[in-house]
């Protein structure tokens, strides 16, 4: 059973996070970057005044320990359970404020790491002056990470990494890398592998950007070649990295900021789509007989069956439980809306929904839907191939048997 209402206390959290939003966000964090005439997503800190206003908004939040809000309070995080941490990411999401990113690695470290690894680790990450990628796909081990080659050899207190990853999200920004690599060539391939830390600045760490098809180079290739990094580095147990790597302490995956997100999306693209034909300058197609009004009506319906997925996987969390498949299912549906949202948008701007040249003053919305029709591709590859997400649902969620 799904329980879609907030209880009186769950209530009361949405109204603060709201009125801190609305109260404390500098104003300059309201508009959308595109909006404000600067390139949105990537990786790494803003620059200009939308840096300096996004550190004062992290010094705001951090004073509530929302940076982490899964973290424990030692640690600067808010102690939010799972339900808390969906109110928190759900009303972000519709006020469209930015939410400070904290990597993964700082909740596998709280887990596993020592003592001296919190110090030294954490506390940066809370203010924001590290940036980290992972270090895990290599051209030969994607789907099969196991199967990693990137070997480390023990000289003394060191390991001496070699070896490459590929994928490496933001590695051009970072200056840390999480990775797993391979100590024990001669175990089983879930076995011999550590997890490891490692700065970027090192010697004989090389990144190398993958211009991908929308002209963003936000993947890397990442190649170590005699790469020296502390044993101390190695969190949890050497050659027990395999599980290490599995590990996350902020439970909360119910995707329900990119559900609202994708909401979003849509009405910014329906209220473009009435505005042009209403000008007509000949950038909707909402008047022509053929057009596509019925699919843009499915993608409305789809944006909300979005959202009720992630409602069942917090649902699920909230009682204790784990989302298995269900996590899957949401993952597997939201990459594919994503994908169908942005060929709808190209199909509703005609000739105009092509173009993506941001400074070309006939470009929609800075050419915005063109560049989503082709960063999305990747959507259903990253994160687990949809093919993945199908395998869990029918072994997992449907008892079939495995091919």
């Known amino acids: 059973m799904v329980d879609f209402a907030d209880n009186a206390e769950q209530a009361a959290f949405r109204k603060e996070?709201?009125?801190?939003?609305?109260?404390?966000?500098?104003?300059?964090?309201?508009?959308?970057?595109?909006?404000?005439?600067?390139?949105?997503?990537?990786?790494?800190?803003?620059?200009?005044?939308?840096?300096?206003?996004?550190?004062?908004?992290?010094?705001?939040?951090?004073?509530?320990?929302?940076?982490?809000?899964?973290?424990?309070?030692?640690?600067?995080?808010g102690d939010l359970d799972a339900v808390q941490q969906y109110v928190m990411n759900e009303t972000f999401a519709e006020e469209r404020a930015p939410k400070p990113r904290v990597p993964d690695v700082g909740s596998t470290i709280m887990v596993h790491g020592s003592d001296a690894q919190k110090q030294e680790f954490l506390p940066p990450m809370i203010a924001g002056t590290t940036n980290w990628c992972q270090g895990y796909s290599e051209p030969g081990s994607g789907s099969d990470l196991a199967s990693l080659q990137t070997r480390a050899e023990r000289d003394g207190d060191d390991f001496v990494v070699n070896g490459q990853k590929i994928w490496t999200s933001g590695a051009h920004v970072s200056n840390m890398i999480f990775m797993l690599v391979r100590t024990d060539p001669e175990?089983?391939?879930?076995?011999?592998?550590?997890?490891?830390?490692?700065?970027?600045?090192?010697?004989?760490?090389?990144?190398?950007?993958?211009?991908?098809?929308?002209?963003?180079?936000?993947f890397n290739e990442t190649f170590f070649e005699d790469v020296r990094v502390p044993v101390s580095n190695a969190v949890g147990e050497i050659n027990r990295g395999w599980y290490v790597g599995a590990t996350h302490l902020d439970f909360e995956r119910s995707s329900i900021g990119q559900a609202v997100g994708?909401?979003?999306?849509?009405?910014?693209?329906?209220?473009?789509?009435?505005?042009?034909?209403?000008?007509?300058?000949?950038?909707?197609?909402?008047?022509?007989?053929?057009?596509?009004?019925?699919?843009?009506?499915?993608?409305?319906?789809?944006?909300n069956v979005a959202k009720t997925l992630s409602q069942r996987v917090i649902s699920m969390q909230g009682r204790g439980l784990i989302p298995n498949y269900e996590a899957s299912m949401t993952k597997l549906f939201s990459t594919e809306f994503r994908q169908r949202i942005a060929r709808t948008a190209t199909k509703l701007l005609g000739r105009y929904g092509d173009l993506r040249d941001r400074e070309y003053e006939t470009s929609p919305q800075r050419g915005r839907w063109a560049t989503m029709y082709l960063s999305s591709v990747s959507a259903t590859l990253a994160g687990g191939t949809s093919e993945i997400q199908r395998n869990v649902i029918a072994t997992r969620g449907l008892g079939l048997p495995r091919g």
Request: aromatic residues 6%; neutral net charge; proline residues 8%.
């Open 262 to 303: 994708q909401l979003q999306m849509l009405d910014s693209l329906k209220n473009f789509l009435i505005e042009e034909r209403d000008s007509g300058n000949g950038r909707s197609r909402l008047n022509e007989p053929d057009a596509p009004r019925g699919e843009f009506a499915d993608r409305y319906i789809e944006a």
């Open 17 to 77: 996070v709201r009125a801190t939003i609305q109260d404390r966000m500098p104003e300059i964090l309201k508009a959308r970057p595109d909006e404000a005439g600067e390139r949105g997503g990537g990786w790494g800190r803003p620059t200009g005044a939308r840096g300096e206003a996004m550190d004062v908004w992290r010094a705001t939040l951090n004073e509530k320990g929302w940076v982490a809000p899964a973290w424990p309070k030692q640690y600067g995080g």
């Open 187 to 218: 175990a089983p391939k879930h076995r011999g592998i550590t997890y490891l830390l490692s700065p970027m600045d090192v010697p004989g760490i090389t990144v190398r950007p993958l211009v991908q098809m929308h002209d963003a180079a936000e």
